[in-house]
């Protein structure tokens, strides 16, 4: 009866203890601004706000038969502005995986200088002159189209709605000082 008595304390225990997580790793705390979702926490270490706004949208891959969920965030990590794109399947590796994307009708961009991270399943935008490209065109843009290309990865393709990205870009940047922007390049004449 006893031992009955100490396994049923065991196994309420562990079942109560999965429930309790450190806010850090929640999602507590988030507000949305149209199809973003962004966090609020407040850091234990540094007692400040991590910056980061999320949105959610379902990637194809010609490696996998249906598609999968993907995200498209918005952070700041150690005071550097950071696009991370993870998806719920590998795209490919550092030295053979091509990001290229499209925000509306706007001019595409190819082979942007990006990283695979450990894992194979995310790739980010950090160096200074590749993410300003990218943030000059995201505000007011409504659509936003990532295509990557890999040896190993296949093709990878989603399509993120970016409604309510004023406040996602403003709430994820607050306290990141942003590269600026590449000069226009000047608009060659046709004859």
């Known amino acids: 009866m006893l031992r009955v008595a100490f396994v049923g304390t065991i196994v ?16 507590d705390g988030e507000t949305r601004s149209g199809e ?16 980061s706004a999320t949105v959610y949208e379902y990637a194809s891959n010609s490696n996998e038969d249906f598609p ?18 993870a998806f719920a399947f590998k795209v490919g ?11 509306d009708d706007k001019a595409g961009h190819e082979n942007v200088e990006s990283r695979v991270l450990l894992g194979k399943q995310q790739i980010v935008i950090e160096d200074k002159s590749a993410l300003a490209q990218f943030m000059s065109e995201m505000p007011g843009a409504s659509k936003l189209y990532v295509r990557l290309r890999s040896i190993i990865g296949g093709r990878t393709a989603v ?7 004023t ?25």
């Not at 309420?12 to 999602?27: E, I, K, N």
């Not at 590796?93 to 925000?103: A, E, I, P, Q, S």
């Not at 399509?159 to 990205?165: F, H, I, K, P, Q």
């Open 93 to 103: 590796n550092d030295r053979d995986t091509v990001l290229g994307y499209r925000f």
């Open 36 to 51: 973003w979702w962004i966090a609020h926490q407040i850091d234990r270490v540094t007692g400040a706000e991590l910056p």
């Open 68 to 85: 999968k969920p993907s995200s498209f965030q918005l952070t700041c990590l150690d005071k550097k502005p950071v696009v991370r794109f």
């Open 159 to 165: 399509e993120y709605t970016l409604d309510g990205s």
């Open 167 to 191: 406040a996602a870009i403003q709430a994820a940047f607050a306290n990141c000082p942003m590269p600026p922007t590449p000069p226009l390049q000047p608009q060659k004449r046709t004859s």
């Open 12 to 27: 309420a225990g562990l079942a109560l203890g999965g429930c309790v997580r450190d806010p850090y790793v929640t999602d």
